[in-house]
């Protein structure tokens, strides 16, 4: 009995997390996406075709009459096994609309719905969980964090929205001017990516990921202060194809590694305000705009400290 309650335990899905198109066909007992639902690029989901395909290939080997085998079907099989009312649309699974079910059998490219979907998802950020308090800042849970002070998001189809902490943003404080790059630019992790402008001084801003710009968001263009007021939604910065995701994401700070690189870059912050900058700082809960108690040559050399800047 112990056993069994235990076994059910680890099939609980944890919050923020869903479940892997294959455990929610039944094919297998748990797995949990970790590639926003893009099948297509998933290793998992590669390996999973190729193993069912490899069974498939056998079975058709062996000499009529032999038993038959059990097989493992590929979810788009499992789901198409369902009765019309119950083959869920893949932006049901996810959670994103209420209720939809698949008219295409999960031939997603061809789907009109699905391209609806892509643009909407691509131009709307996702919602955003209220933000953690961390040293006097907020962090957005979900979200991996650059030592630039930069944030990674993993959306649908594979996308990577990116933007500056809050962090950052008090660091920076009201901006004149935000420059990015042109949609098709190429991104390099840790590279300048993006400037930013404030009473003529210029900063650059690192990205966070490798990857292609697909798109920018336009408002901000228009209205820099939406960086200061939303930094995790309203206030992102760019879309980008990524070409070395897992590989950058290892580089990037998430979860409790975020909360605790925070902390010790408030420690230092107010380390260099005492000692550098002659900047009062009583250790309590951090200013709303830390660029306000600065001059213009120290402004610049804090932003570059913690932007991680040349």
């Known amino acids: 009995m112990a056993r069994a309650l235990r076994a059910e ?5 944890p919050p923020g997390k869903k479940k892997c198109v294959w455990m929610e066909a039944g094919v297998v007992s748990y797995k949990l996406c970790d590639n926003n639902y893009d099948c297509p690029t998933c290793v998992y989901d590669h390996a999973m075709q190729t193993k069912v395909a490899r069974q498939k290939e056998s079975m058709e080997m062996k000499p009529v009459g032999a038993p038959p085998e059990k ?3 590929t979810w788009v099989e499992k789901m198409m096994m369902l009765p019309a009312s119950g083959r869920k649309c893949r932006y049901m699974i996810t959670g994103e609309i ?3 079910i698949c008219p295409s059998a999960y031939e997603c490219g061809t789907c009109s719905f699905d391209r609806m979907m892509q643009q909407r998802l691509q131009a709307e950020p996702l919602p955003v969980e209220t933000p953690t308090q ?5 962090l957005a849970d979900g979200f991996y964090y650059h030592e630039g002070h930069t944030w990674a998001r993993p959306e649908y189809g594979g996308r990577v929205r990116v933007g500056l902490d809050d962090f950052a943003q008090r660091l920076l404080g009201k901006l004149s001017q935000i420059e990015m790059p042109n949609i098709g630019h190429e991104l390099k992790q840790g590279e300048a990516g993006f400037s930013v402008k404030r009473n003529g001084e210029t900063a650059r801003v690192l990205s966070p990921i490798d990857g292609i710009v697909s798109r920018v968001n336009e408002k901000l263009l228009d209205h820099p202060e939406l960086m200061n007021s939303s930094p995790y939604q309203d206030g992102w910065f760019a ?6 995701l897992r590989k950058n994401l290892k580089d990037l700070y ?4 975020a909360h605790t690189f925070t902390s010790d870059e408030r420690e230092r912050l107010f380390s260099m305000a005492n000692d550098d900058l002659n900047i009062a700082a009583d250790g309590g809960v951090s200013v709303e705009d830390i660029s306000g108690e600065l001059e213009e040559k120290e402004w610049g050399k804090l932003v570059k400290a913690f932007l991680r800047s040349k």
């Open 9 to 13: 335990s680890m099939k609980i899905v």
């Open 98 to 100: 209420g209720r939809k």
């Open 239 to 244: 879309i980008i194809e990524p070409t070395k």
């Open 134 to 138: 961390v040293a006097g800042f907020e």
């Open 71 to 73: 097989f493992t079907a």
């Open 254 to 257: 998430y979860g409790e590694e």
